[in-house]
């Protein structure tokens, strides 16, 4: 298993630009869930996925857009890049939300700064 | 609401010695979970340990151990006998039930270990 995979590693963009960032996950996880680490204040989560065809905001939905056509891949879009959004982002998965043994792994993370 | 409050921010030792991070948490919910996770230097976020609310038996793994305290809402992690590989931020999170398997996190304790 590749466990879960984001992409690119690294990205800049310019003020109003769009972009996605890509993650998958092979685990046949139902949970996905994205987060942004931002020095001082830890991960906060953005939105997340219960399943395909379900998603819902977190903490800081603003300004990103999620979709989950399948269970393997949970794309972030941000429609209009702020340099508020420069951040690393991370992407997560667990098997069941529901379970007492659940725990979330992360992806490798993405860089991105918006200039 | 829940909170996760690590409030060293940086810790430094020398090699060898015994080292100790602080994880307080708050919620309201009676069942919940624990974790710490690691973040190395090369950025990603590794699943250390889960800890359910019903189970307050402490847990030794090698030079990790961890010391749970439902009195004192206290979830705190000991390495021994540090080591340069153990230099890292490390973060505790909580999950609650409900409200989509949110992990909350704490905003990180930077641990530097030095020969």
């Known amino acids: 298993n590749a466990g879960v995979t984001q992409t690119p590693k690294f990205q800049v963009l310019k003020t109003g630009q769009s972009m996605t960032l890509q993650c998958a996950q092979d685990m046949n996880h139902e949970y996905m869930s994205w987060y942004r680490q931002d020095p001082g204040m830890g991960l906060r989560l953005i939105h997340y996925?219960?399943?395909?065809?379900?998603?819902d905001q977190g903490e800081v939905p603003n300004g990103y857009n999620v979709s989950r056509s399948t269970t393997e891949d949970f794309p972030l879009r941000l429609l209009s890049a702020a340099p508020s959004q420069t951040s690393v982002y991370f992407c997560?998965?667990?098997?069941?939300?529901?379970?007492?043994?659940?725990?979330?792994?992360f992806g490798p993370g993405t860089r991105l700064t918006v200039l | 609401a829940q909170k996760v409050t690590q409030a060293q921010t940086e810790i430094s030792v020398v090699e060898k010695e015994d080292v100790t991070l602080d994880c307080v948490y708050e919620?309201?919910?009676?069942?919940?979970?624990l974790f710490w996770y690691k973040q190395p230097p090369s950025g990603e976020l590794v699943f250390l340990i889960r800890r359910n609310s019903f189970d307050e038996q402490n847990e030794i793994s090698g030079r990790y151990s961890w010391n749970f305290q439902k009195s004192t809402s206290s979830f705190n992690f000991t390495i021994t006998a540090s080591q340069v590989v153990d230099s890292a931020v490390y973060f505790c999170a909580l999950r609650g039930t409900g409200g989509g398997n949110k992990l909350t996190f704490g905003t990180g304790t930077q641990l530097k270990v030095e020969l």
């Open positions: 919620t309201r919910d009676t069942t919940y979970y």
């Open positions: 996925s219960v399943g395909a065809g379900i998603t």
């Open positions: 997560a998965s667990s098997y069941s939300p529901d379970s007492s043994t659940d725990t979330q792994y």
